[in-house]
């Protein structure tokens, strides 16, 4: 017997997700915590679910996982809004020294 795994992301159907075989996953606790490891290696999976797929091509849902803690995909990499770049202020320029008071008397 395989499993097949379907993994899909915000606003995916299963089947348009990503599609894994494993054979060692065979009950609800193996795939809740394959589940789990999977989110968080991913934080943008919405829903993963697991399929018993019999060798004479039978098959059912024996398990589905939805994300609560869902990223969407595209929004800085963490997961929340892109934080904006830094305001660098501006250094005001040296005061001037005596020869520069003098140049700049002389229009030098």
């Not at 993994?7 to 809740?32: F, H, M, P, V």
């Not at 869902?70 to 892109?82: L, Q, R, S, V």
């Amino acid at each position: 017997m395989t499993t097949e795994i379907y993994s899909c992301k915000e606003g995916q159907s299963l089947k348009q997700g990503k599609l894994d075989y494993n054979a060692s996953i065979t009950t609800k606790d193996e795939a809740a915590s394959d589940a789990l490891r999977r989110c968080q290696r991913d934080p943008t999976l919405k829903k993963i679910a697991y399929y018993k797929v019999s060798p004479d091509g039978e098959f059912r849902v024996f398990y589905s996982y939805t994300n609560p803690n869902c990223k969407p995909a595209g929004t800085g990499g963490a997961g929340g809004p892109a934080k904006p770049k830094p305001v660098v202020k501006k250094t005001p320029p040296p005061k001037l020294g005596l020869f520069g008071k003098l140049k700049k008397a002389l229009g030098l």
